[in-house]
């Protein structure tokens, strides 16, 4: 089934060690956006890619970093990680077209910090 | 600037009661509006979504919701809850691109037998 896939599920790093979250998928969808989700809050953006034209929203820390090689690839690598970014990770894709748009969501990483 | 409120962080009911979960945003134009549910340690699964045409939406798994502008609102609805059910329910609300999509704060719902 075609399907947004992160890998892994369960990703422990040490405080400062850069660590890699990864993002594929199989809908050749245009778009990939990274949530981050702390723990009993609602997803917040944290940048998009609309094919190759990245998007960074303007509170994201610059310690968070994407790179999108690809149509189905897409990673979200966090230079130095503190205790305050463990959370969980959402990658998600969509398609710009109009009344089809919507978006689908990865299970999600779930980074520990230690 | 978009905002979405769900009034209610946390919602008891028995199973076979119906259930309503209330969802109010701000936003200028006709907005995309979503709700999607996430069960523990999961991803978001999208449940239904209105983009514009009759204001009551059909979703997966027996879920409705009905767009009120008069209200600002888009609220959650099912007849009739099962155990399954329980979970976290977000509303969203998004501009025609989708690029910048807000979630609400949630709601979790737990089902009593």
């Known amino acids: 089934d075609a399907m947004v896939i992160q890998n892994p599920r369960y990703q422990v790093t040490q405080f400062g060690k850069p660590v890699t979250l990864s993002c594929s998928q199989t809908l050749n969808h245009n778009v990939m956006y990274w949530y981050q989700q702390k723990s009993s809050q609602a997803p917040k953006l944290l940048f998009h890619y609309y094919d190759k034209d990245f998007n960074n929203e303007a509170d994201t820390p610059d310690n968070f970093q994407s790179r999108r090689p690809n149509t189905s690839f897409c990673f979200l690598d966090i230079r130095s990680p503190g205790l305050g970014d463990a959370a969980m990770y959402l990658c998600?894709?969509?398609?710009?077209?109009?009344?089809?748009?919507?978006?689908?969501f990865g299970q999600g990483t779930r980074l520990t910090v230690v | 600037a978009q905002s979405v409120t769900q009034p209610d962080i946390h919602i008891t009911v028995s199973e076979g009661a119906s259930l309503e979960l209330r969802c109010n945003y701000s936003?200028?134009?006709?907005?995309?509006l979503f709700w999607y549910v996430q069960s523990p340690g999961q991803g978001l699964q999208l449940l239904l979504k209105?983009?514009?045409?009759?204001?009551l939406v059909q979703g997966i798994k027996g879920f409705e919701a009905e767009f009120k502008r008069s209200q600002s609102s888009f609220n959650l609805r099912k007849p009739s809850v099962h155990w399954s059910d329980a979970a976290e329910y977000f509303c969203a609300v998004g501009e025609d691109s989708y690029d910048k999509v807000i979630f609400g704060p949630g709601t979790s719902l737990s089902v009593i037998p």
């Open positions: 209105y983009f514009s045409g009759d204001t």
């Open positions: 998600a894709t969509s398609t710009r077209q109009g009344m089809n748009t919507e978006a689908f």
């Open positions: 936003y200028g134009a006709t907005p995309y």
